[in-house]
């Protein structure tokens, strides 16, 4: 059996140096997985139960690749739709390949609907532009989905 601990990415006092320290921590005492949470905008629904600031799973994790050693490290849940699929395997491989090796990539399709609302799409900001994913918001169809 493998054990990891979610460590938290987001809320107030959270910063840098908690984060070197948790991870530092959680590394010393012998888990297998360090992880961290997934959001990209922090609106009403998404603050009631992580509040700001949010570090940027990516983002995070490769700092945190930087002051660890041997744990793995990973995102509990990646919101997929968040992000371009290209843009995301890019990002995933980089990180997994400069960790070492260290990466799990756990995903979902997440939960928050004022976040999805935020995210505008390429097709949002310039009409006529093919989407880059189709919208995880309502399942109606537009022109720009034929």
Do not use: K
Request: aromatic residues 8%.
């Amino acid at each position: 059996m493998r054990l990891g601990v979610n460590v938290p990415n987001f809320g107030p006092g959270t910063g840098p140096d908690v984060l070197r320290r948790w991870a530092r921590t959680v590394e010393a005492l012998g888990y297998d997985l360090l992880m961290i949470s997934d959001h990209v905008v922090v609106t009403p629904d998404v603050a009631e139960q992580y509040p700001a600031p949010f570090y940027e799973p990516f983002t995070a994790l490769s700092w945190l690749a930087g002051v660890t050693e041997r744990i793995m490290l990973g995102t509990s849940v990646l919101i997929v739709p968040y992000r371009h699929p290209l843009l995301t395997a890019r990002m995933a491989a980089n990180l997994n390949r400069l960790s070492g090796g260290r990466l799990i990539l756990g995903v979902g399709v997440g939960w928050a609907r004022q976040e999805f609302a935020a995210l505008a799409t390429v097709a949002d900001l310039w009409p006529g532009a093919a989407p880059a994913t189709p919208s995880p918001v309502t399942h109606e169809r537009s022109d720009r989905d034929t």
